[in-house]
């Protein structure tokens, strides 16, 4: 029996020259979509368009509502419509054409009158006739009376069951892709977008699933309102001579955008577009479902993430569409706001807009929470760790998420320069070349500095070599500001630069580089509890250890902090079994390895046996510099350094002459009346040292120079193999008994090395330039100004008091177990 709202259907549409069908969409399905492509509606999309203007945003049109009555059942025997979906629609129609017409005169008058552009409504003979024919149908008693219809359809009004719109768990979300084209039905059809494949092709240069992933999730994490968000704040801080420099410096392509953008900035418009990315994300999600490269599922968990991110930042539907309208503006290098009620009149006003719904109401708890778990799915590898740090220096890791891709091969090669040019790593050495850049020894220094400036406890600026510059002792002092943020950050980003710079060139073994990125989650999860905490301390050290040569990136930082879609905050946040990608030394064994001092650079990590590459430069300096050619020269010097040393040297052939003057005066005259050979030479330059007590060298005790000696050879000797851990750690504890048996502070230490090291020193007329420059170099170990130069400030010399204060978190090294006896 059909029911009087499908009666009244069928009557209404003798209007558009049907026969009185009692069942309006039970046509043939090619049939009625040949009918719909002919009316110019070749998708659903713009199906819904079509029903959504018929309504208006005042006073609907009777032309269109009735029109819409054709659609409809088209739609419906073209299977583009469910019969939930249909239903809900003729009701809706129902309701609007007898709620504002009292009956079928009124109707038929008003529909005489419209003016339309579809042009069925003229006016003419054949208009008439259907009129007659419609009206004879009610009073013959075939069709069902307008009272009739009015009547049933307010009973109906009510039923849950309607919806114009999906609204099924986890469906609400495509509401927002009516910013583009309003989804009528669920799941998608060929209906939905019949070019979607050659639009991915054509616009977003997509060329199947991985393609679009990464851009998926590119939009959700970092979008063009990353750069449109650090041009806005650097505007924002820039003088107006400054500003007008920037829009210059544009490349012509971007001048349009910078003009644009520097609109907006000195008229006071909101600097916010992040709509223009995520609702682009809605629909790019759609088209993925639609083309078949995405599991319905997957469409709808990424949409909702969309949503998610829309909902915390925007109150209602007129903020979100002025913020894609701002974007779209920036897109389009010319200012769209003029046209947002042209735009957006209808999906905001619309009685029947999907977007009638409020904005906030959109998600439940159950779908957000869903969807974050969904997102942080996609990104679970330790490789998006990487990629997410990596991409703070470089942005485009941004474009590099999701399924990993084979790089080009001019990316190969440039990471390839990279790391041989800037880091002198070669595949050749393999994985464990990359451990020689985790320097958790640099964290704990730096941990352990802004400690003791929280506290007052840095060491004095006064040394025995003079002073720090005030610059350098200021950013000393000012580390005080990081004592609440472990400095393991500040090393670590580097490190994944690195990283990945390895995992593009492709040259080093893959499963060895997915575990260094497991052991980097790994700590960075253990040393910081959330994404917050991380770049909170990323950008306090940023600001506090700038790079001179490279800008800084605190304003990158920042924007990763901000805003809710940066992959930082979507990172798999947990702790795998705690297994760093380089070793940890002990604090005993750090403090053994600072005893070399500045005659090298500070040892911020464990030594490891270097390539082959590395070992020949390393070979050629204990040769020039020792004449030691393998494992049991070095062993016995170093057995030489620590037991006797060249301090022995100076007791035996110098310390007598103290007590001798004339005799000292003497053999100078001897030695400085001829010709004399190199070794002679050596000597009277001693002697001479020893005549004028040259920087203390007859009163200060020069083990120093011996100590950090053996500890600089120990250390090339582990890089050469030539020493092997247990070895090695021998040497060190030797070094650090010695140093504290002969000294009692860093002070101490200093000057004795200085001693050595200007006593020792061969002829050269560089002498005084070297000379200035260790007690520079000392000045900045001892003082910790600059904070890099050297550990000793973070550091208690060996055998003394503890003085440090403990840092405010578990970033530093472990300490050596000690029994109480």
């Known amino acids: 029996m059909v029911d009087p709202l499908s009666a009244w259907w069928a009557q209404q549409l003798v209007l558009c020259d049907w026969a009185f069908e009692p069942e309006p969409d039970m046509i043939e399905a090619h049939v009625a979509s040949a009918r719909l492509h002919a009316l110019g509606v070749t998708d659903r999309g713009e199906l819904g368009w079509r029903l959504i203007e018929a309504f208006g945003t005042e006073t609907a049109d009777p032309a269109r509502l009735l029109s819409s009555l054709e659609l409809i059942a088209l739609a419906g025997s073209a299977n583009w419509l469910s019969q939930p979906r249909l239903r809900s629609w003729l009701v809706r129609l129902a309701e609007e054409i007898t709620s504002r017409h009292a009956n079928l005169d009124a109707w038929l008058e008003a529909l005489r009158h419209a003016k339309s552009s579809e042009g069925w409504v003229r006016g003419d003979d054949g208009f008439c006739d259907a009129c007659e024919a419609l009206a004879a149908l009610e009073r013959d008693g075939e069709g069902v009376t307008w009272g009739a219809v009015s009547e049933?359809?307010?009973?109906?009004?009510?039923?849950?069951?309607?919806?114009?719109?999906?609204?099924?768990?986890?469906?609400?979300?495509?509401?927002?892709?009516?910013?583009?084209?309003?989804?009528?039905?669920?799941?998608?059809?060929?209906?939905?977008?019949?070019?979607?494949?050659?639009?991915?092709g054509r616009f977003w240069q997509l060329q199947g699933r991985d393609d679009l992933v990464q851009s998926l999730l590119w939009l959700a994490g970092y979008g063009h309102r990353q750069g449109w968000d650090l041009d806005a704040a650097r505007l924002l801080a820039a003088s107006s001579a400054e500003r007008q420099d920037w829009l210059a410096g544009l490349e012509a392509a971007e001048g349009d955008y910078g003009r644009v953008l520097l609109a907006f900035v000195e008229r006071g418009e909101p600097l916010e577009w992040a709509a223009w990315d995520w609702l682009r994300l809605v629909d790019l999600a759609w088209a993925g479902a639609c083309a078949g490269w995405l599991e319905v599922a997957e469409a709808q968990a990424l949409a909702t993430h969309a949503a998610d991110l829309i909902t915390r930042r925007y109150s209602d539907w007129t903020a979100l569409a002025r913020a894609y309208q701002r974007g779209c503006s920036l897109f389009e290098g010319r200012d769209r706001l003029s046209d947002m009620q042209r735009d957006w009149e209808l999906l905001l006003n619309a009685s029947v807009s999907p977007w009638r719904v409020p904005l906030p109401q959109l998600l439940d708890e159950e779908e957000r929470e869903a969807s974050r778990k969904s997102i942080k799915a996609w990104r679970q590898s330790a490789r998006h760790w990487v990629l997410a740090i990596a991409s703070v220096r470089e942005p485009e890791y941004g474009m590099r998420q999701g399924v990993a891709i084979g790089v080009s091969k001019e990316r190969r090669d440039e990471a390839l320069r990279y790391l041989e040019e800037t880091l002198g790593l070669h595949p050749d050495e393999g994985v464990e070349a990359l451990t020689r850049y985790w320097l958790p020894a640099q964290a704990h220094h730096l941990n352990q500095l802004a400690a003791d400036a929280a506290h007052a406890a840095l060491p004095g600026a006064e040394t025995p070599f003079g002073r720090p510059a005030s610059s350098d002792r200021a950013a000393l002092e000012a580390l005080k500001k990081g004592s609440r943020h472990a400095a393991t950050i500040h090393m670590a980003e580097k490190y994944a630069f690195y990283l990945q710079m390895a995992m593009d060139s492709e040259a080093f073994d893959s499963q060895a580089l997915a575990a260094l990125a497991d052991a980097l989650r790994g700590t960075l999860c253990r040393f910081y509890p959330d994404a917050r905490r991380l770049l909170e301390a990323w950008a306090q050290w940023e600001v506090l250890l700038?790079?001179?040569?490279?800008?800084?990136?605190?304003?990158?930082?920042?924007?990763?902090?901000?805003?809710?879609?940066?992959?930082?905050?979507?990172?798999?946040?947990?702790?795998?079994?705690?297994?760093?990608?380089?070793?940890?030394?002990?604090?005993?064994?750090?403090?053994?390895?600072?005893?070399?001092?500045?005659?090298?650079?500070?040892?911020?990590?464990?030594?490891?046996?270097?390539?082959?590459?590395?070992?020949?430069?390393?070979?050629?300096?204990?040769?020039?510099?020792?004449?030691?050619?393998?494992?049991?020269?070095?062993?016995?010097?170093?057995?030489?350094?620590?037991?006797?040393?060249?301090?022995?040297?100076?007791?035996?052939?110098?310390?007598?002459?103290?007590?001798?003057?004339?005799?000292?005066?003497?053999?100078?005259?001897?030695?400085?009346?001829?010709?004399?050979?190199?070794?002679?030479?050596?000597?009277?330059?001693?002697?001479?040292?020893v005549r004028d007590d040259t920087d203390g060298c007859n009163d200060l005790d020069m083990t120093a120079w011996d100590v950090a000696q053996a500890v600089d050879l120990a250390i090339a000797g582990r890089q050469l193999g030539w020493l092997d851990g247990e070895a090695f750690s021998s040497v060190l504890e030797r070094a650090h008994a010695l140093a504290a048996t002969h000294y009692g502070s860093w002070e101490a230490y200093a000057t004795g090395l200085y001693t050595g090291f200007s006593f020792f020193m061969g002829e050269t007329p560089e002498r005084e330039a070297f000379l200035a420059s260790f007690r520079q170099a000392l000045v900045a170990w001892l003082s910790g100004a600059p904070p890099l130069a050297g550990p000793w400030a973070s550091l208690d010399f060996p055998g003394a008091r503890a003085r440090h204060w403990a840092p405010m978190h578990i970033d530093t090294l472990p300490g050596d177990v000690k029994t109480l006896h």
């Open 546 to 689: 700038p790079e001179g040569e490279h800008p800084p990136l605190v304003n990158e930082i920042r924007w990763h902090l901000e805003d809710p879609g940066s992959p930082f905050h979507w990172l798999d946040w947990r702790a795998s079994q705690w297994q760093e990608p380089g070793p940890r030394p002990s604090l005993s064994r750090f403090t053994a390895m600072a005893l070399v001092g500045p005659l090298n650079n500070a040892a911020w990590s464990e030594p490891h046996v270097e390539s082959e590459r590395e070992a020949v430069s390393i070979r050629e300096w204990i040769d020039g510099h020792y004449g030691l050619h393998g494992q049991r020269e070095l062993s016995e010097f170093l057995d030489f350094l620590l037991e006797a040393g060249d301090r022995q040297e100076y007791l035996i052939n110098y310390a007598p002459y103290t007590l001798n003057k004339q005799r000292l005066a003497s053999e100078i005259a001897m030695l400085d009346s001829g010709d004399c050979s190199e070794e002679d030479r050596t000597h009277l330059l001693r002697l001479q040292r």
């Open 152 to 200: 049933w359809v307010a009973h109906q009004r009510n039923d849950a069951s309607l919806a114009l719109w999906p609204n099924a768990p986890d469906e609400g979300v495509w509401r927002l892709r009516a910013a583009f084209s309003p989804i009528l039905d669920v799941p998608p059809g060929e209906m939905d977008w019949p070019d979607v494949i050659e639009w991915m």
